[in-house]
């Protein structure tokens, strides 16, 4: 079992990115409600509890509350932002509202030398984001750091191994977040780093023979990334036992079908593969439809029943496997423990199916996925694939779907992808797409007047697809892109640029 630290959320947004950091430096971690019971806790026996910022005030009626049980299992504490005031608030001191709220960077200048200021500066920039404030701390705590605004900016019981501080040192706005974390992990805490991706291939690979047995296995094959890294950890495992079904709905981005079959071949060699070409089925019964929510519907519909019919031809299938991932584990709860949504990559199966789950990627953050996958030998063209959506091109194409509509999507959306590729610009942002709209415009091609269909471009930077800004593309790419679409694919006569954020927008056009 490795060395684990939990983090209790109170609701921050950046809660996820307090777990990432603790792994990045080697450490297992697990996000858990901060309503989690005492019991459960005990059972993770971590080695180190961090309390998780959160939008509440500690002294508002109803806000999140310690379960002050950690505060006797001798383990050490560390809560950051809301954790640090709601550590000062349970032990005897008093919080108060903030004479100015703190909100960006500020300059934190170290008091008082303890093992979490271990070979930092004395004066460094963090973020802040509060508005009350730490006015007297409990007893056996001392001041450690000090703002501008804030006496106590950090406060530490040494002896209890209790630290809190008022900034975030899991955003990278905070200059030596980093080692501020990496201090209380390894010089305040003890903890031995364990967490490598080689050795979760080995646990994971003992742990699906051990849950399968001589069962037989099926997963839907989508070519994505997490898809993909569950097949190639699966086809490692078990071998001839894992069934891949690859459903061509007909809605995929030019030639992918054959791409993801030569893919398989090539990295994946002897993998059971079967690949259904339900393209017809699938748009005549998007046939008429515009709504985006009732298009979505029914491509999920009738993804579930073609892999349902497929999968029913295979004989001792009594588990199916996912790509679920630890944020679609973490966003099935809020901080009070209340579900916010239950999560299916492939939404009804398991049940509809009467299968039990086989879901190897549940404890991995995205880019551990892509840090798996490296390991397993795949190449970085599948690993750094931009995200692609369930339904796909039919969340592109705005009003109805219809063969034609999707060819000429599917060959601008080639064009950008190409031209991305080939300037060294698909590396450097997150999601790059083409959208076919329901409007048709005026132009003007050699001497004729045409009026034909407009497109628009959205390419967008992300870290985790939460918030997104749109990508400064050059100038000169934009026009070749744009030039290249409208001349090569037949139906197109404007191509316009997305400078939209998220949000307020979202990253697809629906």
């Avoid at 879901?359 to 931009?386: C, M, N, T």
């Amino acid at each position: 079992m490795h060395n684990t630290v939990l983090i209790l959320d109170y609701g921050s947004q950046l809660t996820q990115l307090i777990a990432r950091r603790v792994r990045e430096a080697g450490v297992y971690s697990e996000i858990h409600p901060c309503t989690m019971p005492t019991a459960d806790i005990q059972a993770l026996a971590p080695k180190a509890i961090i309390l998780s910022g959160g939008p509440a005030s500690v002294l508002e009626p109803g806000a999140p509350t310690l379960n002050k049980d950690i505060l006797n299992m001798g383990v050490p504490i560390f809560g950051i932002c809301y954790g640090m005031q709601l550590l000062a608030h349970n032990l005897g001191g008093e919080l108060a509202t903030a004479k100015n709220r703190e909100y960006g960077p500020a300059d934190l200048k170290i008091t008082k030398q303890t093992l979490l200021w271990q070979n930092l500066p004395a004066d460094s920039t963090v973020w802040m984001s509060h508005g009350d404030r730490v006015a007297a701390m409990p007893t056996g705590f001392e001041a450690i750091a000090s703002t501008a605004d804030l006496d106590i900016a950090a406060m530490a019981d040494e002896q209890r191994k209790i630290y809190g501080v008022q900034f975030h040192p899991e955003v990278h706005h905070t200059a030596h977040g980093t080692a501020i974390l990496r201090n209380f992990l390894f010089q305040v805490a003890g903890i031995t780093p364990d967490w490598t991706m080689s050795s979760f291939i080995e646990e994971t690979t003992e742990r699906v023979r051990r849950q399968v047995g001589d069962s037989n296995v099926v997963l839907a094959l989508s070519g994505g990334v997490d898809s993909t890294v569950v097949a190639a950890m699966l086809h490692r495992a078990i071998g001839g036992q894992l069934y891949c079904i690859f459903v061509d709905h007909g809605l995929l981005r030019l030639n992918e079908a054959e791409t993801v079959m030569d893919n398989a071949a090539k990295y994946m060699p002897g993998l059971n593969l079967k690949m259904v070409d339900a393209s017809q089925r699938f748009l005549a019964g998007l046939k008429g439809v515009t709504d985006p929510e009732e298009k979505r519907k029914i491509i999920g519909r009738l993804f579930i029943e073609v892999f349902e019919e497929e999968a029913g031809k295979i004989s001792n299938v009594k588990f199916l496997a996912q790509g679920t991932i630890y944020p679609d584990v973490i966003e099935s709860f809020a901080p009070q423990g209340t579900v916010i949504k239950s999560h299916h990559n492939v939404g009804g199966l398991p049940e509809r199916m009467h299968l039990e789950l086989v879901e190897p990627l549940r404890e991995l953050f995205k880019d551990e996925v892509r840090a798996v996958g490296h390991e397993l030998g795949l190449p970085d063209s599948l690993i750094w694939r931009h995200p692609f959506p369930g339904p796909g091109l039919g969340v592109r194409i705005l009003g109805e779907v219809t063969a034609e509509r999707v060819q000429v999507l599917q060959q601008a959306d080639n064009i950008l992808i190409e031209e991305l590729r080939d300037s060294g610009w698909y590396s450097k942002v997150w999601q790059a797409l083409v959208v076919l709209l329901p409007v048709k415009s005026v132009g003007v091609m050699g001497d004729a007047r045409t009026y034909e269909n407009a497109v628009a471009l959205r390419v967008v930077n992300s870290v985790d697809a939460m918030t997104a800004d749109w990508s400064r593309l050059p100038d000169d790419l934009l026009a070749r892109i744009s030039t290249r679409i409208i001349n090569e694919v037949q139906g197109v006569n404007r191509v316009v640029y997305d400078i939209s954020s998220k949000p307020p927008s979202t990253i697809e056009w629906e």
